[in-house]
C-alpha cells in the first residue's frame, strides 16, 4: 500500500518489542516511508534530534524509561508524533498526544499517521 502523503518522509519508530518494531516499520516502508529505530530512550534521545524528521511513534514504556522526555523534544522541535501503547493513561509532555492502543493494524496506524501530518501541515500553513 502506496501512500503518497507519506512517500519520501522519514519516521521515527521507537518500540522496544523487535515484532511490532518490524511492522510498524513493513507498514510505513510500503506506503515510501524512510524508517529509524530504536528501542531504548537513550538511543531515542539522538535520534529525535535529526533534521528532516517528519513524524514519530513511540511506545510509552521502554526498558530504560518512558517517552515523556521524547514527547517535549518533539514538541519543542514541532515535530507531530503519536503514542503507540498498551498503557491507556499517558501522562506529562505526551498527554494530549494521539494515543493508539496495543495492538493496532498497520492500515489503522498508517491512517493515524496521515491524519496526524495532514493536521500538522495544515496548522503550520496557518
Given at each position: 500500500?502506496?501512500?503518497?502523503?507519506?512517500?519520501g518522509l522519514?519516521?521515527?519508530?521507537?518500540?522496544?518489542?523487535?515484532?511490532?518494531?518490524?511492522?510498524?516499520a513493513m507498514a510505513f516502508e510500503e506506503c515510501g516511508a524512510h524508517i529509524t529505530s530504536t528501542n531504548t530512550l537513550?538511543?531515542?534521545?539522538?535520534?529525535?534530534?535529526?533534521?528532516?524528521?517528519?513524524?514519530?511513534?513511540?511506545?510509552?514504556?521502554?526498558?530504560?524509561?518512558?517517552?515523556?522526555?521524547?514527547?517535549?523534544r518533539l514538541k519543542e522541535r514541532g515535530v507531530p508524533f503519536m503514542i503507540y501503547?498498551?498503557?491507556e493513561n499517558v501522562e506529562?509532555?505526551?498527554?494530549?498526544?494521539?494515543?493508539l492502543s496495543k495492538p493496532a493494524t498497520p492500515d489503522m496506524m498508517v491512517a493515524a499517521?496521515?491524519?496526524?501530518?495532514?493536521?500538522a501541515r495544515l496548522a503550520t500553513q496557518q
Open positions: 500500500m502506496h501512500h503518497p502523503l507519506l512517500n522519514t519516521l521515527l519508530v521507537v518500540e522496544d518489542e523487535p515484532l511490532i518494531a518490524l511492522d510498524i537513550k538511543h531515542a534521545v539522538l535520534l529525535v534530534e535529526h533534521d528532516g524528521l517528519s513524524g514519530a511513534i513511540l511506545d510509552h514504556a521502554l526498558p530504560d524509561g518512558d517517552s515523556s522526555i521524547l514527547c517535549a501503547s498498551g498503557y506529562g509532555a505526551c498527554q494530549g498526544a494521539p494515543h499517521m496521515v491524519d496526524l501530518i495532514r493536521t
